[in-house]
């Protein structure tokens, strides 16, 4: 099984920048994509950004040119830095690992607040 642990949330003021960091322990090996997810109070929880163990990428819209994830094969550690954030991106950002399987695994979560 895979564990995933998140870090990095917080308060911070509109234009800045924070960096999520999820680390993965387990067995890593099958580990296909890691990805963020977001979830705002009332809404659905959405993509954010995701990569493949090959290192492909893929974002939401929304965050295209501001958010930028990566992965640290050596560290299981995946990465992502939120640039030039809006109060729009606040919400509870989850880290997700899907397996080869398609098993689909969650972290506890870290919340992100962007004040105007």
């Known amino acids: 099984q895979v564990q995933l642990v998140e870090s990095g949330g917080g308060l911070v003021q509109a234009g800045g920048s924070l960096r999520l960091s999820c680390a993965a322990s387990?067995?890593?090996?099958?580990?296909?994509?890691l990805g963020w997810y977001r979830q705002a109070p009332g809404k659905q929880r959405e993509s954010v950004a995701t990569i493949t163990s090959g290192g492909l990428t893929n974002y939401e819209d929304s965050v295209k040119g501001r958010f930028t994830i990566s992965r640290d094969n050596a560290k299981n550690t995946v990465y992502l830095q939120m640039n030039s954030l809006k109060p729009e991106d606040t919400a509870v950002y989850y880290c997700?690992?899907?397996?080869?399987?398609?098993?689909?695994?969650w972290g506890q979560g870290t919340q992100v607040t962007v004040s105007s």
């Open positions: 387990g067995s890593i090996a099958s580990i296909y994509q």
């Open positions: 997700n690992a899907r397996l080869y399987g398609g098993i689909s695994l």
